[in-house]
């Protein structure tokens, strides 16, 4: 069987709407020669058979994805190894504490080190770097399952902005809670 052939069936039988996205490292299991995967995954991404989010993170579109958590998904998939939780910008225009809010770029606090990921034209993944471990926080923290990550407190949030020396321009929070 041609690979993209079998690709497209392995996507048709894995694929729903909780489970569109892909990471390279998913697909190695099934593709024996991984050498090869780099290849076949740029042949599928012009047939339009995925969708590339990001380096190493693909889109099966027929699964029909909510949109509005790609970013938070993605985020969760490339960074699973380390302590992330959702805060600074991010959440605080969530919890309607900033008056702008992100179009298409997510903020998350993270144990690894900081890097913006460019997901082209799904926006763009902010991971900070903190020294706070789980433990320490975890009072602040609730599990956002849509999100699939944890999710900072406003307080947490204020925090974090102040810690990272962010700007407090947009927050609208009044002097005696920060």
């Not at 892909?22 to 991984?34: I, M, R, T, W």
């Not at 997510?106 to 080190?113: D, V």
């Amino acid at each position: 069987m041609q690979p993209l052939k079998k690709l497209a069936l392995t996507l048709e039988s894995l694929a729903d709407k909780e489970h569109s996205l892909f990471a390279s490292s998913d697909l190695e299991g099934v593709f024996g020669d991984h050498d090869h995967l780099p290849v076949l995954l740029s042949r599928a991404v012009k047939a339009g058979l995925l969708k590339r989010v990001c380096r190493g993170i693909y889109l099966y579109p027929k699964a029909d994805h909510p949109m509005g958590e790609l970013l938070f998904h993605a985020a969760a998939r490339l960074r699973a190894d380390e302590f992330n939780y959702i805060s600074l910008e991010t959440a605080l225009s969530d919890a309607g504490l900033i008056s702008q809010i992100p179009m298409n770029w997510i903020t998350l606090m993270s144990s690894g080190r900081s890097h913006t990921v460019d997901c082209g034209e799904f926006g763009h993944i902010e991971f900070v770097h903190t020294e706070q471990r789980p433990e320490q926080i975890a009072n602040e923290l609730v599990y956002d399952a849509a999100r699939r990550l944890w999710r900072a407190s406003d307080k947490q949030a204020l925090r974090d902005m102040r810690v990272t020396r962010r700007s407090m321009d947009l927050v609208n929070v009044s002097k005696e809670s920060l």
